[in-house]
């Protein structure tokens, strides 16, 4: 997986990941003000996050200080105490407390987290300095799938049945106790890691015992397993779309509805493509962004970036779930607004109160996939990258395993292979090109034994290489 130490310095600078040298720029992650404003914002991000580079890039256009907490130290840090601090993500009372003297020692305005693992942190050391972020029980309800369809309901929203099970419960007992179709996820994890549909008891006792495995092979980085509890809910069947958004004050502001044009039925709910605009009905879309406002209202979330996923059937609009950060992996990079702004730049606008500029898209539509593996091995070649990266209308291929690392597919895995941008004169197009690009890639995945003696019959493409961009950024 793409780390954040690919594009974060060894003094606290940023490392350039268009270049294969990695060059260093050191004026950024510091406590320097490049302005007359001064201001600057504190980023949580996870050392193994895909989201580290767009926001420290972004940081860079608009020639933002900012300083980075994560759970790793870097080996030159202390040359630049203000630009990077050591925090542990599962300690919140303690790194929330090591944020408020970082404050006192080395100020900042706002704290952004890239992702999923910092939102609690940053809404604890948020509210523990008096800056603007969501309210901590908000937070709390969004990450936990169970809560978000506890506070859904309470709504008034439309909801499946859901129940919730302990690991330790008997699968064949609980098997009898819920309806099918139904769909088995964890509470917390995200990329679709974990969630199985069972259509019968037989099916269920599966996809529950193989959850189980799952969870207890995941922990933190104390020994503690990520959790112990499942979810179960009914199946809903209809199309997936997605909503990103930022919040100011409570008040919606939508980024693009983005269609998933893949039919996402199970066993396993692997997502590919994401395109926008929303190619639904008018009417359609104001019952999507209705709903996410309803979402938002229903979790008590205020500010900052928000990514919801509902599907819509002939009954209406189901919300799925509702995160308080920006879309994942690197998806982000298939939205670019105004003169060709990058969303998180919008994100780190936000956060410091600024004006966010233009919020139109830059192009008339544009689409990411991301590239599903499919199947377990070690990924031994990667072929036609070149010849994808002529498909008109693509506009980057960026591959994020190197050849020579172990792959693994939905439900125990969690990464893709890379992903496909595309723009394009309408959402079709968009669509299309990413399909095209896609066939024209091979991914030679063997067994571990056959992929020691595999000679490659041309050149394999490294993460580097194939990170090379083709077209506007």
């Not at 949580?44 to 900012?66: C, D, H, I, K, W």
């Not at 990103?244 to 997502?271: Q, R, S």
């Not at 730049?345 to 590239?371: D, K």
Request: include cysteine; aromatic fraction near 6%; charged fraction near 20%.
């Amino acid at each position: 997986m793409a780390g954040a130490w690919e594009t974060l310095g060894a003094a606290g600078g940023i490392l350039s990941q268009d270049s294969a040298d990695h060059t260093y720029e050191n004026d950024r992650v510091t406590n320097t003000p490049p302005d007359s404003s001064g201001r600057r914002i504190l980023l949580l991000m996870a050392s193994q996050t895909y989201r580290a580079g767009a926001f420290l890039e972004a940081a860079t256009r608009l020639n933002m200080p900012v300083a980075v907490g994560s759970e790793q130290d870097q080996p030159l840090s202390h040359l630049n105490p203000a630009g990077h601090l050591v925090v542990d993500f599962h300690d919140l009372e303690g790194a929330t407390d090591k944020i408020v003297q970082f404050a006192q020692d080395y100020p900042f305005d706002a704290i952004v987290s890239t992702d999923d693992d910092g939102v609690v942190l940053a809404a604890m050391a948020s509210d523990a300095l008096g800056m603007p972020h969501n309210p901590l029980v908000a937070v709390l309800s969004a990450r936990d799938k169970y809560q978000t369809r506890q506070a859904l309901t309470a709504a008034g929203m439309r909801s499946p049945e859901y129940q919730r099970f302990s690991v330790d419960d008997d699968p064949q007992e609980a098997a009898a106790r819920v309806s099918y179709p139904c769909v088995v996820k964890p509470l917390a994890l995200a990329a679709s890691r974990g969630v199985m549909r069972a259509d019968n008891p037989e099916q269920f006792v599966v996809a529950f015992e193989r959850l189980v495995s799952i969870l207890s092979g995941i922990e933190h980085g104390d020994g503690t397993p990520v959790g112990d509890q499942i979810l179960v809910e009914g199946f809903i069947p209809g199309d997936e779309v997605a909503v990103e958004g930022l919040l100011v004050a409570g008040d919606l502001k939508v980024l693009a509805i983005f269609d998933k044009p893949d039919p996402l039925d199970g066993p396993f709910f692997e997502e590919t493509i994401y395109v926008t605009p929303s190619r639904h009905p008018t009417e359609v879309q104001d019952e999507i962004v209705d709903a996410t406002r309803q979402a938002i209202a229903a979790l008590g979330l205020t500010e900052g970036p928000i990514h919801a996923e509902m599907r819509v059937n002939e009954h209406g609009v189901w919300i799925l779930e509702l995160a308080p950060r920006s879309i994942g992996g690197y998806c982000s990079r298939a939205l670019r607004f105004g003169a060709d702004a990058a969303l998180e730049e919008l994100i780190l606008q936000q956060a410091l109160g600024r004006p966010l500029g233009s919020t139109e898209p830059a192009s008339p539509a544009s689409g990411v996939m991301m590239i599903p593996i499919p199947e377990a091995g070690i990924l031994c070649e990667v072929r036609g990258v070149e010849t994808a990266r002529e498909v008109p209308g693509i506009d980057e291929i960026r591959l994020t395993l190197p050849v020579g690392q172990a792959v693994v597919p939905l439900p125990e895995g969690s990464q893709y292979l890379g992903f496909i941008f595309s723009r394009a004169e309408n959402p079709e197009r968009a669509e299309a090109a990413l399909r095209r690009a896609h066939q024209l890639l091979t991914f030679v995945i063997l067994p571990p034994d056959e992929a020691e003696t595999h000679q490659p019959g041309r050149m394999a493409v490294d993460v580097l290489e194939a990170s090379k961009h083709n077209g506007p950024n």
